[in-house]
T-cell receptor
Framework: KAGVTQTPRYLIKTRGQQVTLSCSPI?????VSWYQQTPGQGLQFLFEYFSETQRNKGNFPGRFSGRQFSNSRSEMNVSTLELGDSALYLCASSLGSGMSTDTQYFGPGTRLTVL | AQSVAQPEDQVNVAEGNPLTVKCTYSVSGNPYLFWYVQYPNRGLQFLLKYITGDNLVKGSYGFEAEFNKSQTSFHLKKPSALVSDSALYFC??????????????FGSGTRLQVQP
């Protein structure tokens, strides 16, 4: 079974621009979560989507948004980019059965650099 | 609130020796605990998880972890380290009783360096 895929793998943007990242979950998985990984803050939860609805949200400004499509694929968008948004953005998929025992499986990430 | 602590930034071990990567957690209720490994320029790879039952959990690539409720710890172990085990290891927790929140809370990570 194919794993979680994320596109693009690398992005370079300038301050003030916006960016859209894409994530395709493992087949059959209905939940997609997004995390930001930086050297200073570590791994931080952004949001989770299930059945096209945001189910949980982390403590990030409104510039960070996401959505999920009917095929469970998800996108996240960051508007008005800041230097501090430079990070590895990781997508994780899980069955989304509602059980807290769900294991999240991660994609390879998108490395975003903001200049 | 839930939290995870990985007290060691780096662990060095010789190939063939046993390894331990430490993790302690704090949750309001009972924990679900996970270990992930990250290789350079890669995402996180799931190793193992503790849900309930036996305190010793076996996972991928010969790794195991021991859950200790009284010490609120979930240390990752391997009897014989390989050079290829060198990577960044993350411990994560989810509060079993907080059914509305499925997000994982991660520790800061421990870099494991296995010397030949």
């Amino acid at each position: 079974k194919a794993g979680v895929t994320q596109t693009p793998r690398y992005l370079i943007k300038t301050r003030g621009q916006q960016v859209t990242l894409s994530c395709s979950p493992i087949s059959g998985h209905r939940s997609v979560s997004w995390y930001q990984q930086t050297p200073g803050q570590g791994l931080q939860f952004l949001f989770e989507y299930f059945s096209e609805t945001q189910r949980n949200k982390g403590n990030f400004p409104g510039r960070f948004s996401g959505r999920q499509f009917s095929n469970s694929r998800s996108e996240m968008n960051v508007s008005t980019l800041e230097l501090g948004d430079s990070a590895l953005y990781l997508c994780a998929s899980s069955l989304g059965s509602g059980m807290s025992t769900d294991t999240q499986y991660f994609g390879p990430g998108t490395r975003l650099t903001v200049l | 609130a839930q939290s995870v602590a990985q007290p060691e930034d780096q662990v060095n071990v010789a190939e063939g020796n046993p390894l331990t990567v430490k993790c302690t957690y704090s949750v309001s209720g009972n924990p679900y605990l996970f270990w992930y490994v990250q290789y350079p320029n890669r995402g996180l790879q799931f190793l193992l998880k503790y849900i309930t039952g036996d305190n010793l959990v076996k996972g991928s690539y010969g790794f195991e972890a021991e859950f200790n409720k009284s010490q609120t710890s979930f240390h990752l172990k391997k009897p014989s380290a390989l050079v290829s085990d060198s990577a960044l290891y993350f411990c994560a927790v989810r509060d079993m009783t907080d059914t509305g929140r499925r997000a994982l809370t991660f520790g800061s990570g421990t870099r494991l360096q296995v010397q030949p």
